[in-house]
């Protein structure tokens, strides 16, 4: 079976794609799994050069064909912040999830409502010898100052999608894998991998 390496060790990352790939007939890896630690600085300008610094670091180090991604929340109202820094938003070392998503909706007080947002994802899928194909998604949505959901990561429970009524935390994960960012950008993605892994 054709092996593919997820070129990422966050463990809400993992479950998603692992899910998002169950079907595509290949043996997934994670960096754990092969022995790999590595730490890959992600100050590269784009999603997408953040998304290859992972692919490449990690097929490079393991051999394998691998898949990064880079993502991020782009409020309209804060000119499209966190955006890249959507990780380390909060300006205090070592911040949480909800630390972040308490200092998104302090960021957000007195602006007006509603704080339209959207989630972009870059997937970068590369090769030990260097070659890089891209695949992107976007979900659209809004913020909302009550966290709603025990579901998803991140700001999952302040991203509200409108038609549905419920935000990201409050999707099964079978519903969340049909409209989120990284949902589309890896179905994007999956002719690039049949291509390549041959399956």
Known sequence: MPK?????????KVREMQALLDDLGVQLYLPADLGLHLHVTEDGQTYAE??????LAFARASGMIALG?????????????????????????????????????QQLQGKPRP?????????AVATPGGDVRYALGECEGQIIPDERGTGGFGYDPIFLIPSLGRTMAELAMHEKNRLS???????????????????
């Not at 593919?4 to 809400?12: D, E, V």
């Open 50 to 55: 953040n998304a290859a610094r992972k692919a």
């Open 181 to 199: 960012h990284r949902a589309r950008a890896i179905q994007n993605a999956s002719q690039i991998l049949k291509e390549w892994l041959g399956v």
């Open 69 to 105: 991604d880079d993502s991020g929340l782009e409020v309209d109202v804060l000119d499209g912040k966190p955006g890249l820094h959507s990780h380390r938003f909060a300006p205090w070392p070592d911040a949480t999830d909800a630390d972040r998503r308490a200092y998104l909706l």
């Open 115 to 123: 704080w339209t947002a959207r989630f972009r994802a870059t997937v």
């Open 4 to 12: 593919l390496l997820l070129a990422t060790n966050n463990p809400g």
